[in-house]
């Protein structure tokens, strides 16, 4: 049972352009969202964060958007840049557990 | 400020047998939790101590367990080791506080023959 689901295996964006990450998820429960970026032979680093009482959280390039009633959010860098090539993982959490749930990652190419 | 540690960096073991995996949480943090990654998955979350009593658990079979010590550094141990275990295994540290991120180390690959 796949709770949290990133449909796309691989992406790949021009340097520059936009890279759009997307992320479905079915336990309505969750409250509390996400981002880590894992280089190979590295532990995952967390990126960027969004409760379900916003819509929108930006910092910097990177700006994660949640679209509630959809159960769907995406993560957005502009402009993208070659250090930014890695796995993606979108992760999960209700509200006062702090056991998060994990997508299976997409990974993302940046072409100079 | 020290991230979270692991060691060792990688294992090998045999069916049947018995490993301990390591991890110092970062400073400041009094909770930690580990997570299973196989290969193309995203990390599965096994259990988490928060001031050296388990506080929740995933879907993992008793022969996973773990302990966390006072200086909230923390043990995995997993008996009766099967070639599914195979797997890199991840160790996060946090400041129990709802909603707070979790910093994670490196990992530990273990590969069971």
Same mark, same amino acid.
């Given at each position: 049972d796949?709770?949290?689901?990133?449909?796309?295996?691989?992406?790949?964006?021009?340097?520059?352009?936009?890279s759009?990450?997307?992320?479905?998820?079915?336990?309505s429960?969750?409250?509390?969202?996400?981002w880590?970026?894992k280089?190979?032979a590295?532990?995952?680093?967390?990126?960027?964060?969004?409760?379900?009482?916003?819509?929108?959280?930006?910092?910097g390039?990177?700006?994660?958007?949640?679209?509630?009633?959809?159960?769907?959010?995406?993560?957005?860098?502009?402009?993208?840049?070659?250090?930014? /090539?890695?796995?993606?993982?979108?992760?999960?959490?209700d509200?006062?557990?702090?056991?998060?749930?994990?997508?299976?990652?997409?990974?993302?190419?940046?072409?100079? | 400020?020290?991230?979270?540690?692991?060691?060792?960096?990688?294992?090998?073991?045999?069916?049947?047998?018995?490993?301990?995996?390591?991890? /110092?949480?970062?400073?400041?943090?009094?909770?930690? /939790?580990w997570?299973?990654q196989?290969?193309?998955?995203g990390?599965?979350?096994?259990?988490?101590y928060?001031?050296?009593?388990?506080?929740?658990?995933?879907?993992?079979?008793?022969?996973f367990?773990?302990?966390?010590?006072?200086n909230?550094?923390?043990?995995?141990?997993?008996?009766?080791?099967e070639?599914?275990?195979?797997?890199?295994?991840?160790?996060?540290s946090?400041?129990?506080?709802?909603n707070?991120?979790q910093?994670f180390g490196?990992g530990?690959?273990?590969?069971?023959?």
């Amino acid at each position: 049972d796949q709770q949290v689901k990133q449909n796309s295996p691989s992406l790949s964006v021009q340097e520059g352009r936009i890279s759009i990450l997307n992320c479905d998820y079915t336990n309505s429960m969750f409250d509390y969202f996400l981002w880590y970026k894992k280089y190979p032979a590295e532990g995952p680093t967390f990126l960027i964060s969004i409760s379900s009482i916003k819509d929108k959280n930006e910092d910097g390039r990177f700006t994660v958007f949640l679209n509630k009633s959809a159960k769907h959010l995406s993560l957005h860098i502009v402009p993208s840049q070659p250090g930014d /090539s890695a796995v993606y993982f979108c992760a999960a959490a209700d509200f006062g557990n702090e056991k998060l749930t994990f997508g299976t990652g997409t990974r993302l190419t940046i072409i100079p | 400020e020290t991230g979270v540690t692991q060691s060792p960096t990688h294992l090998i073991k045999t069916r049947g047998q018995q490993v301990t995996l390591r991890c /110092s949480s970062q400073s400041g943090h009094n909770t930690v /939790s580990w997570y299973q990654q196989a290969l193309g998955q995203g990390p599965q979350f096994i259990f988490q101590y928060y001031r050296e009593e388990e506080n929740g658990r995933g879907n993992f079979p008793p022969r996973f367990s773990g302990l966390q010590f006072p200086n909230y550094s923390s043990e995995l141990n997993v008996n009766a080791l099967e070639l599914d275990d195979s797997a890199l295994y991840l160790c996060a540290s946090s400041q129990r506080r709802m909603n707070n991120e979790q910093f994670f180390g490196p990992g530990t690959r273990l590969t069971v023959l």
